[in-house]
């Protein structure tokens, strides 16, 4: 079964350190791949998003991402974190029925 | 713009009322989606609609259903809340494969609370 892991429940930052949040697939064939993040009391954003083609995915706010499917991952990157990154960070690829199938999310704490 | 607007951000019912989640949006896409979203348990799919008048269960159906009318709304009904579904609610849309690259756009989410 399609499934989508985040291993980190909850990271916590220095400002102005480098950022790495896992996500890790299980996919039959090459998945669609989303990262999304959310704010306190919001709703989600697209940060990025991976179909095809270059493994290396930028996106807005300073993300990027790669794709590794010999690891069967897709982890999110930052080189330099902000106090307004702090937030809910969710992976999610596409699911059959054309929806998304989630992780569970890693809640990102940045430290002053 | 792409624009998913969930009109009732906050909520308060009781235990057996019945409870209606709106959800509009106007990218005239064809697909819609209702998620729940509980702490330590991500993003669980409840119903999505690939058109009017069209239902399919997602993971978590029970307890509730859903309705559409009319392709730019998609509503969410508990029959008969109870405790168990405080939860927030996060409505989303998409547009066939092609047009949006398989995109998914989220509302605001509401936040629904069974007393």
């Known amino acids: 079964a399609q499934s989508v892991t985040q291993p980190d429940i909850h990271i916590t930052v220095s400002e102005g350190a480098s950022l790495e949040l896992r996500c890790n697939y299980s996919?039959?064939?090459?998945?669609?791949l989303f990262w999304y993040v959310q704010s306190p009391g919001q709703g989600l954003q697209l940060l990025l998003k991976?179909?095809?083609?270059?493994?290396l995915v930028q996106g807005i706010k300073g993300f990027e991402a790669e794709f590794k499917r010999s690891q069967s991952s897709f982890n999110l990157r930052k080189p330099s974190v902000h106090w307004s990154d702090a937030a809910e960070y969710f992976c999610?690829?596409?699911?059959?029925?054309?929806?998304?199938?989630f992780g569970k999310g890693t809640k990102l704490s940045v430290k002053p | 713009d792409v624009k998913v607007t969930q009109s009732s951000r906050y909520l308060v019912k009781r235990t057996g009322e019945k409870v209606f989640l709106e959800c509009v949006q106007d990218?005239?896409?064809?697909?819609m989606f209702w998620y729940r979203q509980d702490p330590g348990l991500g993003l669980r799919l409840i119903y999505f609609?690939?058109?009017?008048?069209?239902?399919e269960k997602g993971d978590i159906p029970e307890g509730y259903s859903v309705s559409r009318e009319k392709k730019e709304r998609f509503s969410l009904i508990l029959e008969s809340a109870s405790t168990n579904q405080t939860s927030m609610y996060l409505c989303?849309?998409?547009?066939?494969?092609?047009?949006?690259?398989?995109?998914?756009?989220f509302g605001e989410g509401s936040w629904l609370t069974v007393v």
């Open positions: 989303a849309s998409r547009g066939p494969f092609s047009y949006s690259g398989n995109t998914i756009y």
């Open positions: 996919y039959g064939a090459t998945p669609y």
């Open positions: 991976y179909f095809s083609g270059d493994t």
């Open positions: 999610a690829g596409a699911g059959g029925q054309g929806n998304l199938i």
């Open positions: 990218m005239d896409h064809e697909n």
């Open positions: 609609s690939y058109d009017v008048k069209m239902k």
